[in-house]
């Protein structure tokens, strides 16, 4: 079965660093993309960035790139997030997806998200 | 970068209405659009993928049409269950996704 399994909730003042996991089993890991996905409170979707764990290839929308670094640790088949110094701005559900390409690339597996708190 | 626009924002129905939602692409993206539903405190969805092929156990109520730029999300008979949000999302700029804005499905 497969499974993505994120890392908890978490509550940092700003300025602070935080990387959050995104746990892949059930498949080969590094046969898929994996793709991070904000949502601030109360809005839509928004697409931050894509990497390819067979090679860490790596992706960034504009709108996040220099904000936030995606890796992979394929010993432990697990994507990461990862801020230098956090904003308030920065408060989110974030999830993890698996993408997957048949006719186009879509996500079809999901994490069950992490919540991150920015406050002072 | 290719922006995805829907509409409309949100929209109040009753159950056994038709419902349509629509999303347009700044440029052509072919058949490359996507929708998923999402629910309160819930991951995403997917519902249909490649423009119309419903995804493995979506009840069939729910259709996609359109190629090019414009495209349509159709739920023919609104149930309970389906009183959620919408998202359409690109994949023609692979790998680089985008995501419209959502449209929120309410009760009248």
């Known amino acids: 079965e497969v499974q993505l399994v994120q890392s908890g909730a978490e509550v940092k003042k700003p300025g602070e660093s935080l990387r959050i996991s995104c746990k892949a089993s059930?498949?080969?890991?590094?046969?898929?993309?994996i793709a991070w996905v904000r949502q601030m409170p109360g809005k839509g979707l928004d697409w931050m960035g894509i990497?390819?764990?067979?090679?860490?290839?790596?992706r960034y929308s504009p709108s996040f790139q220099s904000q936030v670094t995606i890796s992979v640790d394929r010993s432990i088949d697990t994507a990461y997030l990862q801020w230098r110094s956090l904003k308030a701005s920065d408060t989110a559900m974030y999830y993890c997806?698996?993408?997957?390409?048949?006719?186009?690339?879509?996500?079809?597996?999901w994490g069950q998200g992490s919540l991150v708190t920015v406050s002072s | 970068d290719i922006q995805m626009t829907q509409s409309p924002s949100s929209l109040s129905a009753s159950v056994g209405d038709r419902v349509t939602i629509t999303c347009r692409a700044s440029q052509t993206i072919s058949r490359h659009l996507n929708w998923y539903q999402q629910k309160p405190g819930k991951a995403p969805k997917l519902l249909i993928y490649g423009a119309s092929s419903l995804d493995s156990g979506v009840p069939s109520r729910f259709s996609g049409s359109g190629s090019g730029t414009d495209f349509t999300l159709t739920i023919s008979s609104l149930q309970p269950e389906d009183f959620a949000s919408y998202y359409c999302q690109q994949s023609y700029s692979t790998p680089t996704w985008t995501f419209g804005q959502g449209t929120k499905v309410e009760i009248k």
């Open positions: 059930g498949y080969s890991f590094t046969s898929y993309w």
């Open positions: 990497i390819y764990p067979g090679d860490s290839d790596t």
């Open positions: 997806a698996r993408r997957i390409d048949i006719l186009t690339g879509y996500a079809d597996y």
